[in-house]
């Protein structure tokens, strides 16, 4: 690997780290999904350009949500012309919103793994035979040898613990 490369590859990891939940504050920003690909698109061209600007060790996140405000500005004066087009202050508004979401987001998902972590093997199986290899509670039961109705409610109180898991780190941690 050469220099260059590797003195890009933390930036990468932070760009790609980065994508769901810049899509996701740019998707709250403009009107269609077709916009926020389009401005995903031209925020990571910007952030790649400005890469040298970024400090190690800051908020990269906050930085990149700036660069996709920006780009989102930039979007809405070249449409100009189009009647479906947000005023500045509402746009500002919904930007602030989206941040404090995202910020929610991660605390809520960090919780989850911490949560998923707490349950047992076959807990988890359960969960990521229904969620991650997108079985119904019928095939589960088919290939565990159980009832669906067992299935069923392991389901439901695995989702329950897991509810109540989180509900209470946010409790600890101050969330709402």
Known sequence: MSSAES???PFLVLVTGAQR???????RLV????????????????????QTEFTPG????????????????AHRKRQSLDRLIFGDELVARLAHQAE?????LDDKRELLVECLRKLSDSQRQLLDDHYGNRLSGREIAERTGRKADAVFQSLHRTRETLLRCIEQGRTERGGD
């Open 100 to 104: 404090s979401d995202c910020a929610a």
């Open 21 to 27: 939940m810049l899509y996701a504050f740019i998707f």
């Open 7 to 9: 003195h890009c590859e």
């Open 58 to 73: 800051t908020d990269f996140r906050a930085w990149a949500f700036r660069i996709a405000r920006f780009q989102v500005m």
């Open 31 to 50: 009107p269609s999904m077709a916009d926020a690909d389009d401005i995903l698109q031209e925020t990571n061209l910007v952030l790649w350009s400005k």
